[in-house]
């Protein structure tokens, strides 16, 4: 500073003592000016290093808030400091960390009412307070002063201010409070810190709202990207001038393109398949919805699909996408195409049996001079018998399925079952059908009883047993094991027969599902409903604790066989079964 700045000396006279306060006042008016133009550059500075461009991103807030906080303690020569965010949920302020001063415990709890103390006045007033002795102060918190250690402070509020081109304020709301605590070397905080404060905090507001509406629109965003991606249908969007703006990852699976490859390029180059092309291309031109199904694939590959293209305009009218939406439907058609072969093999299947029946029922009326001896009347008898059998356990699938198709409860009869005896007599009646198997039952000697549908389980064991016969052309062992697994017991039918191709095995615990790769299996009469039955019988069956009976393939290999398992409780209950 220049000599002539410097104050008076004792001792000077009247007149010299007017000049000097001249003097003064003409140094107070630069001092003034020079701190008006440091609070400018500092306000420039602190925007400038302070908020980056756009923060979109929490920790990215974080850091830049934390540079921020440091800043402002040290120009307002405080041991603390802290922005607190007015919630409107719970009428409460909290801690928008990072705090400077503050162990994270504080940082944690601290939560200041807005009607309670400095942080609430302020908070409301939107004025700022001074408070040079927090424990006598009577606006404080005397809890959180302790709790802080709070000697004195200033909290300021943040403002969010709208301006106008003239830097007018046109709209203002207060967010929250910021705080400084304890002015180091045991000093009193004045108005001059009051008046920097007041600044900064003006930037502090616009900084977290700011952020906090980016990071909310980047979330928001993110969000609808990642529920576009994961939807099952696949979406893709075309701007106005035919350039390929998004592809989900199921429409890039079914256009057979990563998405990278596609978007940003015209539609008609990057898109491949002329029909989709020809579905974005009408509705851009057409400037209409165009609905149409297509199919992408050959053969069993093949996937069809409901494809929809809409046509979305801006506020003017003007086209400015077109989203084609592209919905699978090929599971659908394979259970219409399957639901229309289900009931042809039902006609037959039911038809079969009548037929024998009929045949052996007329050939015994027409025998009216006993040509038939009592042995083979016995065996046309027994015949007879059996298809009866074969057709009361068609229709009691069929009766079964309808229920489970219209959402009914399978209702179970519980009773005991000794499941070694009633494996006996199924092993017997279904030995009975075939002479090239052999069919045997491994159970441990004392196999206990349990609790269930007899009725149910002869059905899943008919099933079971009746699939491990039919899919075992060239004959060969067919065993049903029983095990006691202490709360489960399970059941083991395994057969040497066709086995299952690896990609059916999923699969055919579905309605209508039959393995069609071989000409053994397709040559085998089905009607691709039995094991779906079985595994809902099975699930029927639950215990105390709601745990469910299951079946599953256990093994299987092309050609040499397959082991399927089922799963019971010991102690089914009627209530869960029910439910
Ligand atoms: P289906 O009436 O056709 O036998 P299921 O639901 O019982 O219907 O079985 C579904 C499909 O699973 C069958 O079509 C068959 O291809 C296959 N499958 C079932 N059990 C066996 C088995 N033990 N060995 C080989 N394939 C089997």
Same mark, same amino acid.
């Not at 905080?189 to 003006?202: G, K, P, Y």
């Not at 616009?206 to 979330?219: C, G, K, P, R, T």
């Not at 979406?235 to 079914?254: F, H, M």
């Not at 077109?322 to 037959?348: C, G, P, Q, Y």
């Given at each position: 500073m220049a000599d002539d700045t410097r104050p008076p000396q004792d001792g000077s006279g009247p007149g010299d003592m007017r000049k000097e306060l001249e003097r003064y006042k003409i140094v107070v008016a630069e001092l003034q000016r020079k701190i008006k133009g440091m609070e400018a550059q500092l306000s420039t500075a602190t925007t400038m290093a302070e908020m980056p461009q756009v923060i979109v991103t929490k920790p990215k807030l974080h850091e830049t808030l934390q540079r921020f906080i440091r800043k402002v303690a040290m120009i307002s020569q405080a041991e603390k400091a802290a922005i607190m965010l007015y919630s409107p949920e719970d009428g409460e302020l909290t801690v928008l960390p990072p705090a400077l001063g503050l162990t994270a415990e504080q940082v944690k709890f601290l939560r200041v009412k807005a009607t309670e103390g400095v942080t609430g006045l302020v908070f409301r007033e939107g004025t700022p307070v001074v408070f040079n002795d927090a424990v006598r102060d009577e606006r404080t918190i005397k809890d959180n002063v302790a709790f802080l250690n709070v000697r004195n402070g200033v909290t300021v509020p943040l403002i969010i201010k709208k301006r106008d081109e003239e830097d007018k304020v046109v709209e203002q709301r207060t967010i929250g409070v910021m705080h400084v605590f304890n002015k180091r070397m045991g000093m009193d +905080?004045?108005?001059?810190?009051?008046?920097?404060?007041?600044?900064?905090?003006?930037q502090c507001a616009?900084?977290?709202?700011?952020?906090?509406?980016?990071?909310?629109?980047?979330?928001e965003k993110e969000e609808l990207e990642e529920?576009?991606?994961?939807?099952?249908?696949?979406?893709?969007?075309?701007?106005?001038?035919?350039?390929?703006?998004?592809?989900?990852?199921?429409?890039?699976?079914?256009?057979?393109?990563a998405a990278v490859d596609l978007v940003g390029r015209p539609f008609q180059e990057a898109i491949v398949d002329e029909r989709i092309k020809a579905i974005l291309n009408d509705a851009?031109?057409?400037?209409?919805?165009?609905?149409?199904?297509i199919s992408l694939g050959e053969g069993r590959e093949a996937r069809h699909f409901q494809a929809q293209a809409s046509v979305m305009r801006g506020d003017n009218g003007v086209v400015q996408?077109?989203?084609?939406?592209?919905?699978?439907?090929?599971?659908?058609?394979?259970?219409?195409?399957?639901?229309?072969? +289900?009931?042809?093999?039902?006609?037959?299947?039911?038809?079969?049996?009548?037929?024998?029946?009929?045949? +052996?029922?007329?050939?015994?009326?027409?025998?009216?001079e006993g040509y038939f001896d009592d042995a083979t009347r016995r065996e046309f008898y027994e015949?007879?018998?059996?298809?009866?059998?074969?057709?009361?356990?068609?229709?009691?699938?069929?009766?079964?399925?309808?229920?489970?198709?219209?959402?009914?409860?399978?209702?179970?009869?519980?009773?005991?079952?000794?499941?070694?005896?009633?494996?006996?007599?199924?092993l017997a009646a279904q030995q009975s059908y075939t002479d090239r198997h052999r069919l045997k039952l491994e159970a441990p000697e004392g196999f206990p009883e349990i609790i269930g549908d007899q009725d149910k389980i002869e059905q899943i064991l008919d099933n079971l047993l009746g699939n491990a016969i039919k899919y075992s052309p060239d004959g060969g062992e067919v065993t049903v094991a029983l095990f006691d697994e202490g709360k489960t017991i399970r059941i083991d039918v395994s057969d040497q027969g066709l086995g299952i191709p690896e990609r059916h095995r999923e699969r055919i615990f579905e309605r209508f599902h039959m393995v069609d790769d071989d000409v053994d299996h397709r040559s085998v009469k089905g009607t691709g409903i039995g094991l779906y039955l079985v595994k809902a019988l099975a699930q029927a069956h639950k215990d105390g604790?709601?745990?469910?009976?299951?079946?599953?393939?256990?093994?299987?290999?092309?050609?040499?066989?397959?082991? +399927?398992?089922?799963?019971?409780?010991?102690?089914?209950?009627?209530?869960?079964?029910?439910?």
């Open positions: +905080f004045n108005e001059e810190d009051v008046r920097l404060l007041q600044m900064l905090a003006e616009a900084i977290v709202s700011n952020a906090q509406l980016y990071i909310q629109l980047s979330e529920t576009l991606q994961s939807i099952k249908a696949g979406v893709v969007a075309v701007n106005g001038e035919g350039e390929i703006r998004l592809v989900n990852s199921a429409a890039s699976t079914a256009l057979g393109s851009l031109e057409s400037k209409e919805e165009v609905s149409r199904e996408h077109v989203v084609a939406i592209l919905n699978d439907i090929t599971d659908i058609r394979n259970v219409e195409r399957m639901k229309t072969a +289900f009931v042809s093999t039902v006609s037959h299947e039911l038809r079969t049996p009548l037929t024998s029946i009929k045949g +052996f029922i007329a050939t015994l009326l027409e025998d009216e015949i007879i018998d059996q298809q009866c059998d074969r057709l009361t356990r068609l229709i009691s699938d069929l009766l079964n399925i309808s229920r489970i198709e219209s959402g009914r409860s399978l209702d179970l009869h519980l009773t005991k079952v000794f499941l070694v005896p009633v494996c006996e007599r199924i604790s709601g745990e469910a009976g299951d079946v599953w393939l256990a093994h299987s290999v092309v050609d040499e066989g397959s082991t +399927f398992s089922v799963r019971l409780p010991k102690a089914a209950d009627e209530g869960k079964a029910q439910a």
